[in-house]
């Protein structure tokens, strides 16, 4: 889980492997941003899944939000080399701070032929 | 497709040294941002903005000023810089503040303080 004082997380697989990234957040969110950043490159948006949105795909993307238990995840099916790049999820604020995203500390995923 | 270009993208300051970053968005956006990028810390929100001549205090606001000159550029400044502000920087926009909005990234800019 990518969260809180966790340090950046690292996931190493091969090629045609699925791999799922957890996101757990703190404060009360109706949205989970995930965005994608490759190296030498700023955040890309991939995938954003909303609370009444149990889960959400796009293409060989998955991601999933629990609001019970402030989680959400982010799954690729058969992975490919591409797919090497850091995640990130985010969160948006609710009332007065609904302008700001807080990211997480990322995911490090990297795929090997 | 939206644009948000940084300039400098690398930049070396001495301890005391007075830098500008500049970011300009060429797709009407409202909303701009200042973020910075530590190894194993994410994105951390600096300041903000949601127009012209508008300014709002992030997460870590602490030696750094911003200016919204237009709604196309916004500004970082470091007027004494330390080296606890070597750093990726990255400038990102949006149309809405929140509301499911989409921020777009510019490509960073590396900011060394010796």
């Known amino acids: 889980s990518q969260w809180g004082e966790e340090n950046l997380q690292a996931l190493s697989i091969q090629e045609g492997e699925d791999v799922t990234m957890n996101c757990s957040y703190k404060?009360?969110?109706?949205?989970v941003h995930w965005y994608r950043q490759d190296s030498g490159r700023g955040p890309a948006l991939i995938i954003l899944?909303?609370?009444?949105?149990r889960e959400k795909r796009s293409g060989r993307l998955r991601a999933t939000l629990d609001t019970s238990s402030q989680s959400s995840s982010l799954s690729i099916t058969a992975a490919q080399c591409e797919d090497t790049a850091v995640y990130f999820c985010?969160?948006?604020?609710?009332?007065?701070?609904?302008?700001?995203?807080?990211f997480g500390k990322g995911t490090l995923l990297t795929v090997t032929p | 497709e939206a644009a948000v270009t940084q300039s400098p993208r690398n930049k070396v300051t001495v301890t005391g040294g007075n830098v500008t970053l500049s970011c300009r968005q060429t797709n009407s956006h409202n909303y701009m941002y200042w973020y910075r990028q530590d190894t194993g810390h994410g994105l951390r929100l600096i300041h903000y903005?949601?127009?012209?001549?508008?300014?709002q205090i992030g997460d870590v606001p602490d030696g750094y000023k911003a200016t919204r000159t237009t709604q196309e550029d916004f500004f970082l400044l470091l007027e004494l810089a330390s080296p606890s502000q070597t750093s990726l920087y990255f400038c990102a926009s949006s149309r809405l503040g929140g509301f499911y909005a989409e921020q777009f990234f510019g490509p960073g800019t590396r900011l060394t303080v010796l």
């Open positions: 899944i909303r609370s009444n949105e």
């Open positions: 903005s949601y127009g012209a001549g508008n300014l």
């Open positions: 404060t009360y969110t109706t949205v």
């Open positions: 985010a969160t948006e604020g609710s009332g007065g701070s609904n302008y700001k995203l807080t």
